[in-house]
């Protein structure tokens, strides 16, 4: 789909439909709506589909008419004005586009005047990222194609006047965040026979190719021979072989900064490993990469827009199987900090290979270090499928984190990390075991991976197991992968000031 700005008087707008958005139960239409419709279109003000529309959130009504360009109207409910903000506004935008398909719009109208009185920041940005969103498919194993799959091709904003200052930039930046949220959808999406560590590195190599970014991989044995037990421990019994993805994005004027480190849980498929995962709990577990698939779909953003601040991101990808050469519950491994770690679940396989890359990090000299790992199913049992949870050694990692993410819709709430729960990580023979009992067990995943932050860095933790996988479709966007982290990290990158942490 692609997004012009026409610049022309009103009675030149032409387009198979023009949107409007309408607030649920408001007294008056928005102050553009409404004098579009006084000066313009009397005939959408004297429909009884417009009379009978009520705003609900995700909801929409076709108002058809006589206007000479203009023969339909498609009005987008935003809910009460009162719970207005970024998510539902996306949520509406997201749910409006697939509408718009389901019509089979080929252009859609979209007057800036609609905007008038959605009081929010970025309201530009996120129209298109959400409406991006909302057509996102993953079709890519089906051998019949959605035939609705081109509609709409176009989105018109008109405008009589030149339109604001930095608008084309907020569409550019829209259509990248919408593109890199859609591409970590994919990787998400995709079966994990395809989407193998190999693959992954792959992408990584093209999208550095692409954009000039620095990569480079570490194969099985670099990372066997470097020391990184406790990554190795989580692979040994894999058919599929490892990958260590290395990308750097580096502007110029910055070469020889510290960069803010991201690191990724890249683990394609989580079966368990010998603690094998029973029926139920399997099934999704091709997912495990999303955080990996998230840093992935954020740089994809970092090549368009080209931000003023370097990031590297380390991705240790890797499949858990069950094998006769698997690790055994009880093994003991050395990670790279040397800490030993008693492995009496070998479920619990993303601290492992994220504990190694964070104390790995170091060589980068991070300014800060962000981790994205759908780590514990706890986490969804105390957040339920919609929020995150962010753990972390500094407050300002914290309130950037949930700051950046509330911004754009990403909710992210904390969970401490206090030394009282370093009693559950205590082994009878090693440094540490790499699990505690299930009460606390996403706040046990955090206190470990504390353990082997670099000394002085700023770290903070996400764990993204219930927002990175939707189960069932929803009225705003298809069931899977959802791209969860990759709008946040784009925030973070605005905001962050990595000389004063
Ligand atoms: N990948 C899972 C966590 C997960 C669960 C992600 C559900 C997405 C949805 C992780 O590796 C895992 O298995 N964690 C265990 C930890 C336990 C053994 C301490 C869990 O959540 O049960
Ligand atoms: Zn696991
Ligand atoms: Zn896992």
């Known amino acids: 789909m692609e997004f012009n700005i026409v610049v022309e008087p009103e009675a030149a707008w032409a387009a198979d439909a023009v949107i409007f958005f309408v607030f649920k139960d408001a007294e008056d239409y928005l102050p553009g709506f409404g004098n579009w419709m006084a000066s313009r279109a009397a005939w959408v003000a004297d429909s009884p589909a417009l009379a009978d529309f009520s705003g609900e959130l995700g909801k929409s009504a076709v108002v058809y008419g006589s206007g000479a360009n203009i023969r339909r109207v498609f009005l987008i409910g935003l809910g009460p004005q009162k719970d207005f903000g970024v998510e539902q506004f996306s949520q509406a935008v997201s749910a409006a586009f697939a509408g718009c398909r389901e019509l089979e719009f080929r252009t859609v109208g979209v007057p800036l005047v609609a905007f008038e009185g959605i009081v929010l920041e970025d309201r530009y940005e996120h129209f298109v990222s959400a409406a991006v969103s909302g057509l996102y498919t993953f079709d890519m194993f089906k051998s019949e194609k959605d035939k ?51 693959y992954l590195a792959e992408e990584a190599r093209k999208m550095a190719k692409k954009y000039g970014f620095r990569f480079r991989q570490m194969k099985r044995k670099e990372i066997t021979d470097k020391g990184l037990g406790a990554y190795a421990s989580v692979f040994r019994g894999s058919a599929d072989e490892p990958r260590m993805i290395i990308l750097e994005y580096c502007p110029k004027d910055r070469e020889g900064q510290k960069p803010l480190v991201l690191v990724g849980k890249g683990v394609t498929f989580d079966s368990g490993g010998i603690s094998l995962k029973p029926t139920g709990a399997i099934e999704d577990m091709k997912c495990d990469m999303a955080g990996a698939a998230a840093i992935l779909g954020f740089f994809h953003v970092l090549g368009e827009t080209c931000p003023d601040i370097p990031v590297t991101a380390l991705l240790p990808c890797a499949d858990n199987m069950p094998d006769s050469t698997s690790t055994r519950p009880g093994e003991v491994v050395t990670s790279f900090s040397g800490k030993t770690i008693e492995v009496l679940n070998t479920d619990a396989e993303g601290r492992l290979l994220l504990c190694d890359t964070l104390s790995f990090s170091s060589q980068f000299e991070p300014a800060a270090i962000i981790d994205l790992a759908t780590l514990t199913g706890g986490c969804i049992v105390a957040f339920g499928w919609n929020v995150a949870a962010v753990m972390d050694n500094s407050k300002y990692m914290r309130n950037l984190v949930m700051e950046s993410g509330m911004s754009v819709g990403e909710r992210f709430w904390p969970m401490p990390l206090w030394d009282i729960y370093k009693e559950e990580l205590k082994s009878e023979v090693a440094d540490l075991k790499n699990v505690g009992s299930r009460e606390g067990m996403t706040i046990h995943a955090g206190m470990f991976l504390k353990e082997f932050v670099p000394e002085n860095v700023p770290w903070a933790h996400l764990d993204i197991a219930g927002p990175a996988w939707r189960k069932k479709k929803t009225p705003a966007g298809a069931a899977g992968g959802t791209g969860f982290g990759v709008r946040t990290l784009v925030e973070i990158a605005s905001r962050i000031d990595l000389e004063d942490i």
Not at 155 to 166: D, I, K, L, Q
């Open 148 to 198: 609705k799959k081109d509609f709409p091709e176009t989105v018109r904003f008109f405008t009589a006047e030149e339109p604001p200052e930095h608008f084309a930039e907020a569409v550019g930046k829209g259509e990248a965040v919408g593109m890199g949220t859609s591409y970590a959808r994919d990787l998400v999406n995709m079966p994990p026979n395809v989407a193998n560590p190999i």
